[in-house]
């Protein structure tokens, strides 16, 4: 099955992309089929209608699992992702598995992922049946510990 990845981080093409893409494609046995790196939408977040954010909302949408990942900024998820996820309405990502992915720079931010970015998706509707995942940017590639948490994800994928 395709896990889709949404990737907020503010540089086109980041680490932050290049990081959920490899967990997607493990999760799922396959590369994701849906990638959108938000910042491409660029001011299209900004207004509610834009034909791109709509059409990237509906494909993550219709994802039965989605990476939604965000480095580490100023000790919480991105602006650009925000901004993203205030287009999906009420319950807009019932029935999706999410899986929280954050980076960052140090070990001190690693709760972040569990603490300010699960809770938005699963109050827009998302399930996330495991903790969420926090990698050093500095070694995301092969990260310690990706192995066990990758085992106990995809029994929900």
Known sequence: MSVAVVAGN?????RTLD????????LGGAPPEVVIDVIELGGGLLRWGDPA???????VQGS???????????????GVLKLFLDQFGAGGLTGVVAFPLMLGGAWQHALAPEVFLKPVLVELGATCPVRGLYLLDSDYESPPGLD???????RFV
């Open 53 to 59: 954010v709509t059409e990237a909302i509906s494909a």
């Open 10 to 14: 503010p540089k086109p093409a980041s």
């Open 148 to 154: 066990d948490w990758i085992a106990a994800a995809s």
């Open 64 to 78: 039965p699992a989605v990476v939604v990942a965000s480095p580490t900024y100023k000790a919480s998820f991105t």
């Open 19 to 26: 990081a959920a893409i490899r967990v997607a494609t493990r």
